[in-house]
């Protein structure tokens, strides 16, 4: 943890410090918080460490944020949209993705995925609005990616999307037991995630599961019969 906080508060110190940093005072603020959340938890971030993280006043957070709530608000807002942004890029590439490079090319100077995983720790209602717009946005992307030929076409757009996203960041929130289980960090930057060995065991059997099927096809079938088709809407009926 001490090293985690050492190095993104480096790097929030070379951005604040840099001739290239063009980022506005609310923005470095938003960043800071983004990264006491991560490291310190949502309970315990203060507004003070927020200010001396991002090297303002506590008065200058809530002049533009009004509350740490505005704040945390702010936080999610930015995080989903660079989750979408980014996902809609890699999705528009089609089946010529280069998939290390666009993780490489995901913001590396907050901690994005650690801020998620507090955030859907904490159980606040501000997480459902999160998570209600990261479905919603997958929706659009997974749409985008079936247009470029990198998914398949599916019945169940706004489903597959919910489903995916739940499993996505359920296995976030509990990234302290896959790492214990698999070696794999997923709130690690994502140049280590890309150049990691270990993130194949990871990343194989999610492949093997979605390409190849997990059950066998008259498993599947009786699945179907039981539960999928059962739920679909007769003809003629409402």
């Known amino acids: 943890m001490q090293d985690l906080e050492r ?41 003070r460490g927020i200010a001396a993280e991002a090297g303002a006043s506590a008065g200058l957070v809530i002049h533009h944020f009004g509350t740490m709530d505005g704040l945390r608000h702010a936080c999610d807002q930015y995080v989903a949209t660079i989750i979408r942004t980014n996902k809609h890029e890699a999705m528009a590439q089609g089946p010529a993705l280069d998939v290390a490079a666009a993780m490489r090319r995901a913001r590396q100077d907050i901690p994005l995925n650690r801020y998620l995983a507090r955030s859907l720790a904490d159980g606040s209602p501000a997480v459902a609005e999160l998570v209600d717009d990261l479905v919603s946005d997958a929706v659009d992307y997974m749409a985008e990616g079936v247009r470029a030929g990198s998914l398949r076409p599916t019945d169940y757009p706004y ?33 280590e995630i890309a150049d990691s060995t270990a993130f194949a065991s990871y990343v194989g059997p999610i492949l093997e599961m979605f390409t190849d099927g997990l059950v066998t096809d008259q498993v599947a079938k009786a699945m179907r019969d039981a539960f999928v088709e059962a739920a679909e809407p007769k003809e003629g009926v409402t």
Do not use: C, Q, Y
């Not at 951005?15 to 980022?23: E, F, L, M, P």
């Not at 996505?168 to 790492?179: F, I, M, Q, R």
């Open 159 to 191: 489903e597959r999307a919910a489903v995916l996203t739940i499993w996505t960041l359920g296995a976030l929130v509990l990234h302290e037991h896959l790492e214990r289980l698999l070696g794999v960090d997923l709130t690690a930057d994502p140049p």
């Open 7 to 47: 190095t993104f508060s480096m790097l929030n110190m070379r951005s604040a410090s840099g001739s290239d940093d063009d980022r506005s005072t609310r923005a470095k603020i938003r960043d800071a918080a983004i990264t006491r959340f991560a490291i310190d938890g949502i309970a315990d971030t203060t507004v």
